[in-house]
């Protein structure tokens, strides 16, 4: 079973005035950071659920 704690936190959002606002595609933090959640949510939301699950 997993335990809460070996679970990392998901990636932050990024704050606005990050943004440069030059057009940069795919290296445009904003799209960092949605590869970098989608990557969060697919290794760990099974894992997340079965902790939810757990303490039911």
Same mark, same amino acid.
């Given at each position: 079973?997993?335990?809460?704690?070996? +679970?990392?936190?998901?990636?932050?959002?990024?704050? @606005?005035?990050?943004c440069?606002?030059?057009?940069? !595609?795919?290296?445009?933090?904003?799209e +960092?950071?949605?590869?970098?959640?989608?990557?969060? @949510?697919?290794?760990?939301?099974?894992?997340?659920? !079965?902790?939810?699950?757990?303490?039911?």
């Amino acid at each position: 079973m997993t335990h809460p704690n070996d +679970i990392p936190p998901p990636p932050e959002p990024p704050e @606005d005035y990050e943004c440069c606002d030059n057009g940069c !595609d795919d290296l445009c933090v904003f799209e +960092i950071y949605k590869m970098q959640k989608a990557d969060y @949510d697919a290794k760990y939301a099974h894992l997340i659920n !079965d902790v939810s699950a757990s303490d039911e």
